[in-house]
């Protein structure tokens, strides 16, 4: 793994949904978490992709505060 490699994980019922995606990505990711909740054949919801971007989000504010010192 690159280390400017990210991973998103998501254990829902028999389903895992796991997303790999690299520094700068972020917005293509989001698209994809889009795309999949708006799919009403997919097991993946809205929620799935709040909880997702939240995790995102959190984990870039960690990275940041890790560089500011």
Known sequence: MRSDQ????LEKGDEQFVFWYGEGQEA???????????????GFDWYDA???????GKAAGQRLEALAG
């Open 28 to 42: 293509e990711l989001l698209a994809t978490l889009v795309e999949m909740a708006d799919d009403i054949d997919s």
């Open 6 to 9: 990210r991973c998103l994980h």
């Open 50 to 56: 709040a909880v997702l971007a939240f995790q995102m």
